[in-house]
Nanobody, 116 residues
């Protein structure tokens, strides 16, 4: 069974930076697309960023210019570099991957809290 495990969340002041990592239990070439979603209390889960197997990226408007998604195929890792963090970025961040059968896999989430 494929597992995704996020790490790197925590508490940071507004304007600070964090880097989230997602470790896969198998080669991330297994996934066509990978991405990060987030869910704040009382809100729906929303897309943050995605990256294809070829490295094409897509970002939510709210994080463009501040967040960078990347994947290290050799290390089976997905990353989300977050800069200039804002209190509204506070959420649980989830790693996700979609395989060739369009099946989605999700991690358990990591909490990011940005204080003002």
């Amino acid at each position: 069974q494929v597992q995704l495990v996020e790490s790197g969340g925590g508490l940071v002041q507004a304007g600070g930076s964090l880097r989230l990592a997602c470790s896969a239990s198998r080669s991330i070439f297994f996934f066509n697309d990978m991405g990060w979603y987030r869910q704040a209390p009382g809100l729906q889960r929303e897309l943050v960023a995605t990256i294809t197997k070829r490295g094409l990226t897509n970002y939510a408007d709210s994080v463009k210019g501040r967040f960078t998604i990347s994947r290290d195929n050799a290390e089976n890792q997905l990353y989300l570099q977050m800069k200039s963090l804002k209190p509204e970025d506070t959420a649980v961040y989830y790693c996700t991957g979609t395989d060739s059968s369009r099946r989605d896999y999700w991690g358990q989430g990591t909490q990011v809290t940005v204080s003002s």
